[in-house]
């Protein structure tokens, strides 16, 4: 895994900027959770094509919505992963200040969770599988049958889809953060 760098590029697609048309300021706000500081840069980013954002809205609500199957501290642990895998300090810096504490994540599991190489003393057998799971996907793009028993012992076959769907989901994430070289927010935590 690479090391983790500051990012500093100059965005490569600009965020949308005020005032909105009548439409995409709906979007925006739809896109938008009821506590963000702001309209986040992705979400303008991605408003750019107001049918795949319109699209991503529904299934980004799910994975992080009351309806999702998977509790808080799971997801937000395979989200942060993916993005310190990716590189993706902005999505990054987004969920940690975001969810961290809501999901009980301190120190141990931030340094876990961004270190070169995984560093998994210390932490939850589950939270360690989690990891594991990310880190295997992201590598391989398929997951040991040893891994998957483990996995399996913990987590519905439901869950387990949803776990694949979420990792998957934020690989694209990331990747439109990174080539994008969407603007940190300002209130976003930093590596």
Known sequence: MEALTEHTASPRITPLAPPYPEALGALLQ??????????????????????LAERSTAWGGYLLGRKASLPLRDREI???????????????????????????????????IVAHEAR????????????????????????????????AAEWT???LIEL??????????CYVCNVAR????TWGERW
Not at 36 to 48: H, K, Q, S, T
Not at 164 to 173: F, K, S
Not at 182 to 185: F, G, I, N, Q
């Open 30 to 51: 739809k896109m938008t959770p009821p506590d963000a500081p702001d309209i986040l840069a992705l979400f303008r980013v991605l408003a750019l094509n107001p049918a």
């Open 78 to 112: 395979v989200i942060l992963r993916v993005c310190a895998r990716c590189g993706a300090e902005y999505e990054w810096g987004v969920h940690w200040t975001a969810f961290a504490q809501a999901a009980g994540l301190g120190d141990r599991e931030r340094e876990a």
């Open 120 to 151: 998994r003393d210390g932490l939850a057998a589950r939270d360690r599988l989690l990891i594991e799971m990310v880190d295997a996907l992201h590598d391989k793009s398929d997951i040991d049958d040893a891994l998957w028993a483990a996995l």
């Open 157 to 159: 076959p439901p869950q």
């Open 164 to 173: 694949l769907m979420l990792v998957g989901w934020y690989h694209a994430i």
């Open 182 to 185: 969407v603007p940190l927010e």
